[in-house]
């Protein structure tokens, strides 16, 4: 088998949310590495950088049953199948558990979970019949540890965990792999928009209420800005949007890919202090880092 043939023996590869980010920095990683990369958004527009790389564009809405349909049919008509599936499409809303808005919180799960799952039962019935296929899930350390704050998000990403285990298992026997990416604190603008969900999610919490007191919870979210904006800011805890598209590439070109895959060591460190320290050590670690 050639290089060439090894690289693209899975393609097409079909990845969504690449309008920035994660999504972006692997469709540009894998059309450079010679595959057939369908990047998609739900605004095309957002994608002319790709395009002029060589990626092949479709609108592409996770929470739409229309759209997803459709994605998955027009890679298929070309194609006869969907090689490697992506799930990357995602965002966070964060703010504490008694005062997060429930509403913006099932669209959230709309997205990170249900969109994940939809999109990939779309694509499995064309890579049983190929009998070959990868489903590369996008999922976070979030789906290994808890922040305070973050609790809401967290469940999305432990939902992908348990989603990816399960499918993992279900479908091996078909030659289809299931992978999971992992990424720590990725500079992708997550931080502002972290901070941006917090301030949306602080102004509904409070309609109705004509007390003007404000939050319960003001000096941890004071904190969870402070650690945000600091953790983002670091060189050994966060990196950029490549260094995860560089996994990536590796797992839809090995032979033998790993379930998992953890991005960059602070994750390793934090999943490892709470897998091995224990609830009583992570509780303690989560109070003294916000002052709680």
């Not at 998609?40 to 349909?69: I, N, P, W």
């Not at 007191?213 to 800011?233: C, I, R, V, W």
């Amino acid at each position: 088998m050639g290089q060439n043939e090894r690289m693209t023996q899975h393609d097409p590869v079909l990845i969504s949310g690449c309008s920035s980010g994660i999504g972006a920095a692997t469709a540009a990683a894998l059309v450079h590495s010679g595959h057939t990369v369908y990047a998609t958004a739900r605004r095309v527009e957002t994608l002319t950088d790709l395009e002029a790389l060589g990626c092949h564009l479709l609108e592409l809405d996770v929470t739409s049953e229309e759209s997803m349909t459709a994605a998955v049919r027009t890679v298929e008509a070309e194609h006869g199948r969907v090689g490697v599936l992506i799930n990357n499409a995602g965002f966070g809303e964060y703010g504490p558990i008694e005062e997060s808005d429930l509403a913006r919180v099932r669209a959230m799960f709309e997205t990170n979970v249900f969109g994940l799952a939809r999109l990939s039962q779309l694509v499995l019935p064309g890579m049983r019949r190929a009998r070959t296929g990868r489903i590369v899930n996008i999922g976070s350390m979030g789906g290994r540890i808890t922040f305070p704050v973050g609790g809401f998000y967290h469940a999305t990403k432990y939902a992908v965990e348990a989603i990816s285990d399960a499918l993992r298992v279900e479908v091996r026997p078909f030659g289809i792999e299931v992978i999971l990416v992992e990424p720590g604190l990725i500079r992708t603008n997550f931080e502002s928009r972290v901070n941006e969900s917090l301030e949306v999610g602080a102004a509904a919490s409070s309609e109705g209420h004509t007390d003007n007191k404000g939050t319960a919870y003001e000096g941890l979210l004071a904190a969870n800005k402070k650690n945000t904006a600091g953790g983002y800011a670091n060189g050994f805890l966060s990196t950029g949007p490549d260094a995860v598209a560089t996994v990536v590439l590796r797992a839809v070109d090995s032979s033998r890919p790993r379930a998992r895959y953890v991005v960059t060591p602070a994750a390793k460190a934090m999943i490892n202090l709470r897998r091995f320290g224990g609830d009583r050590l992570w509780d303690a670690t989560m109070r003294k880092q916000f002052g709680l």
